[in-house]
Every structure is written in structure tokens, then in C-alpha cells.
């Protein structure tokens, strides 16, 4: 754990390491629930050609984050519009993730307080994971009873019986 850390705006150069980190932290988070290839070597290819293209685009890089500790980055956020018209708030969080090492410094924290700024925001989050639901409780989110199925909406029989709640928060 760090307590030195640093929350910024990705670099158009930066697109390796966060992909790098992106497919790390999904296997720190998901290993034995996800089938592996979300964090092989092809699954690293395509999230650097995503972030290669996200960072290309101004808008994207201000709807994101970056924490780095040591000049290295440890961990990345994004928000954007809502993609769901039922439910009334300003963001989305689309991603959070922070490698295991240095979860709990604060840095997961600082990035999401600067990308909503205390603004209403709705996000989705396994079922199964009790940590991050606590850590989003922490920040004034709840589940607000919708639900989906991975397997079902993404189509693929791999991910079925995978659950994501959906969690909201008002303005703070």
C-alpha cells in the first residue's frame, strides 16, 4: 500500500501502461470468476488499441483519470453520460480499477471524488463483490434493484450467471 499518489489526466502517450494496468487489475479482480481470456495477451491488445483510441480523443481524456505512484500508473477511472435513460443522474462510472497493492491508500477515493466532483452518478459493480459495493456505499451509492446477467446481455455463454448490480447516488 502507498500513501504517495497521484491523481491526473492521462497522456496521449500513456496508452500502454494503462492498458497494461487495466488488464492486471481485471485479473487481480475477476480471476476465477471470468474466463482468463479477459486478461491475455490478446485481451491486452485490444485494450491498448481502446485506449489508444479513447486518449486520441480530448473528450475522453477529460472524463478520465489516472493515479501513478512513482511515475508508474497504478490505476485508471472513467466517467461519461448514463447509458441507461431510466435513471436520472449526471455520470456514469464506467471503470474504476486500482492494482491490489494499492487499494485502501486513498487513491480509488481521490480519483472518484475528482471525476464526479460530489455529483449525482450511477455505476455498475458484480453482485458478488461486497468490497467494492461497501467502497461505493462509503461514497453515498445504493443499489437501486436493477440488475443484469452478463452472460445474457453480452450474449456470451462464458459469462453467464455473472451478475452486476446497478448503484446510485444523488448529488452530495
Do not use: C
Not at 114 to 141: C, I, M, T
Request: glycine residues 8%.
Amino acid at each position: 500500500m502507498s500513501p504517495d499518489f497521484t491523481v491526473r489526466h492521462p497522456k496521449l502517450h500513456e496508452a500502454e501502461g494503462i492498458a497494461s494496468v487495466h488488464v492486471k487489475a481485471w485479473e487481480e479482480a475477476y480471476s476465477g470468476i471470468f474466463p482468463e481470456q479477459f486478461w491475455n495477451e490478446e485481451s491486452y491488445q485490444r485494450r491498448l488499441n481502446s485506449w489508444r483510441q479513447m486518449l486520441a480523443d480530448q473528450a475522453h481524456r477529460a472524463r478520465t483519470r489516472v493515479t501513478e505512484v512513482d511515475g508508474t500508473i497504478v490505476g485508471m477511472a472513467q466517467i461519461g453520460p448514463p447509458h441507461e435513460e431510466d435513471v436520472d443522474v449526471e455520470h456514469e462510472l464506467y471503470m474504476m480499477y486500482l492494482l491490489a497493492e494499492h487499494q485502501g491508500s486513498g487513491a480509488s477515493s481521490a480519483m472518484l471524488e475528482e471525476l464526479l466532483n460530489n455529483k449525482s452518478a450511477s455505476l455498475w459493480v458484480l453482485k458478488d463483490n461486497p468490497r467494492a459495493q461497501a467502497f461505493y456505499r462509503k461514497h453515498g451509492f445504493e443499489p437501486d434493484g436493477e440488475e443484469i446477467d452478463l452472460g445474457e446481455d453480452e450474449g456470451s455463454g462464458a459469462l453467464r450467471g455473472i451478475v452486476e448490480i446497478r448503484m446510485v447516488r444523488g448529488p452530495q
